[in-house]
């Protein structure tokens, strides 16, 4: 059984940093893209950042240049770096391995609260 485990998540002011972890435990392909997404309250889901097996990694527009993604595919551990946080950063951060090509198919961690303060 696949699980995923995120830590990290806080209380930060505007500007502050966090680095959120997931630790993947169970069979996984390791091939498999990783993400990280966040859900605001009353907002959607949405894909804030994803890192292929290879490294090469993509950002949504509202992160790019103040968020990194990251994976140690020995460790089965996937890290967001996230620098210059802004209030509307604030949400629920949730771990995600693809599976079979799909993100709604895939593995989701049970998510951490992320809140910033301006």
């Known amino acids: 059984q696949v699980q995923l485990v995120e830590s990290g998540g806080g209380l930060v002011q505007a500007g502050e940093s966090l680095r959120l972890s997931c630790a993947i435990s169970?069979?996984?392909?390791?091939?498999?893209?990783m993400g990280w997404y966040r859900q605001a309250p009353g907002k959607l889901r949405e894909l804030v950042a994803a890192i292929l097996s290879g490294g090469s990694a993509n950002y949504a527009e509202s992160v790019k240049g103040r968020f990194t993604i990251s994976r140690d595919n020995t460790k089965n551990i996937v890290f967001l770096q996230m620098n210059s946080l802004k209030p509307e950063d604030t949400a629920v951060y949730y771990c995600v391995v693809q599976n079979r090509g799909s993100w709604y198919l895939g593995y989701w961690g049970q998510g951490t609260q992320v809140t910033v303060s301006s």
């Open positions: 169970g069979i996984i392909d390791s091939r498999n893209a």
